[in-house]
């Protein structure tokens, strides 16, 4: 069994990888037609992807610089040794998971539709709400747009990471061969 073998077995048999979870975080990874696992084993955790809800590559590190400085990957490093020596973990704080554009409203609620006791008719207040809303589905195609042209440019980019780190690993590896 080669390394990437045992180690793509090791992290699904660990349950802190989330196929589902880490497709739908990173929509991309099906672009390549990769297996998610061997995604996150050879790009996913050096570009800071976290494996699942239950895991924060960049936590696992910043608290290990060990690992980081090894160049290892954190979930197989965690997998395969860290659980036996009693290294902590932290859950993945992605902090956009959750969000919508609609979380703007919640957070200034002066740029909602609010009624004013007294001051403001039901007519008014409707048409308030009818622009904010017509506004905010403005925005929101805005963002579908720039989401779809920028999922595209990460899909590039992440190919041509890939070319180099195989190129890295396939020079690595000649490397030890002459040394």
């Known amino acids: 069994m080669n390394q990437n073998t045992e180690a793509i077995s090791l992290i699904k ?57 090894a160049g290892l990957n954190p979930l197989h490093h965690y997998v395969k040794w860290g659980r036996r020596e009693g290294r902590p973990t932290l859950q993945s704080q992605r902090p956009w998971e959750d969000r ?30 009818q622009t904010r809303s017509a506004e905010m589905e403005g925005t929101c195609r805005e963002l579908r747009k720039e989401n779809e042209m920028l999922l595209l440019q990460l899909h590039q980019v992440q190919k041509e990471l890939e070319e180099h780190v195989l190129k890295c690993q396939g020079l690595a590896a000649k490397s030890t061969t002459f040394s």
């Open 100 to 129: 919508s554009p609609f979380d703007e409203v919640a957070r200034e609620p002066s740029k909602g539709a609010t009624v004013n006791r007294g001051q403001t008719s039901p007519s008014s207040t409707l048409a308030e709400n």
């Open 13 to 69: 048999k660990s349950r802190l990888f989330d196929e589902d979870w880490y497709l739908e975080q990173y929509p991309d990874v099906a672009l390549l037609s990769m297996d998610p696992v061997e995604h996150y084993l050879r790009i996913g955790a050096f570009i800071g992807r976290d494996p699942s809800p239950m895991f924060s590559t960049t936590g696992y590190l910043q608290a290990h610089p060990d690992v980081k400085n």
